[in-house]
């Protein structure tokens, strides 16, 4: 199978403190991996591409010194949300990507998301 | 810029009727087309995929899609669904030139009637 976990799956913090989420792919290794973020009953939308070894990119209207990424090894990234406040508040979900030998398309496997709650 | 509409936001259903839910795309190029469900509490899942051959593609749990290229659709459908299949349904493209950067529906809440 292509598992991928989230650390933690839920998090309350108080205003203007860090949180750090981890997403971890646990039987295969993942050199690009996604966050996203979906506000309830809504659709998720892509917030940064995470490639292992090098910077992120980040989509437009996404702040990179807000929300920071790491993809320091092949199965794992990390998003902090520095000075969190509430309106950070939302359910952020990673993906990471397989490579299929057989073919030249890469399926995604998503993680089970955390839900960050900011006093 | 790459875009998908899910036209029904909600739908609701009986046990045993059939589903369709549509979905559309904007984009000029070769893509590569999906459908998710996000179960209650759950994560997203991958229901079917298509990026080549035959335009009806079958997926798990008994659903199925059909990529029509002239009208830009990937709709999805069930001939008899069940209670179980309550969930949120996402459509989601990927460009062949988009690095992998997958772009999602709104998504359509399907809940069914017992």
């Known amino acids: 199978g292509a598992v991928v976990s989230q650390h933690p799956s839920w998090v309350i913090c108080k205003s203007g403190t860090s949180v750090k989420i981890e997403c971890r792919s646990l039987?295969?290794?993942?050199?690009?991996m996604f966050w996203y973020r979906q506000f309830p009953k809504q659709s998720l939308m892509l917030m940064a591409t995470?490639?292992?070894?090098?910077?992120?990119?980040?989509e437009q209207g996404v702040e990179k010194d807000k929300f920071l990424i790491n993809h320091a090894s092949l199965t794992l990234s990390t998003l902090t949300v520095t000075s969190a406040h509430p309106e950070d508040s939302s359910f952020y979900i990673c993906?990471?990507?397989?490579?299929?030998?057989?073919?030249?398309?890469?399926?995604?496997?998503f993680g089970p998301g955390t839900r960050l709650t900011v006093l | 810029a790459q875009s998908v509409s899910q036209h029904n936001h909600h739908v609701i259903l009986s046990e045993a009727a059939s589903l369709e839910l549509g979905c559309n795309y904007s984009?000029?190029?070769?893509?590569?087309l999906f459908w998710y469900v996000q179960y209650p509490g759950q994560h997203l899942q991958l229901l079917l995929k298509?990026?080549?051959?035959?335009?009806l593609v079958k997926g798990i749990k008994g659903f199925e899609a059909e990529f029509i290229k002239s009208k830009f659709s990937f709709n999805l459908r069930k001939p008899s669904v069940q209670w179980s299949d309550t969930a949120e349904y996402f459509c989601?493209?990927?460009?062949?030139?988009?690095?992998?950067?997958?772009?999602f529906g709104s998504g359509t809440r399907l809940s069914i009637r017992p």
């Open positions: 993906s990471a990507h397989k490579r299929e030998a057989s073919s030249s398309y890469n399926e995604q496997f």
């Open positions: 989601a493209v990927i460009s062949r030139s988009s690095a992998s950067k997958i772009i």
């Open positions: 298509y990026f080549s051959g035959d335009p």
């Open positions: 995470s490639n292992e070894g090098s910077k992120a990119t980040y």
């Open positions: 039987d295969f290794q993942a050199t690009t």
């Open positions: 984009y000029g190029g070769t893509v590569n």
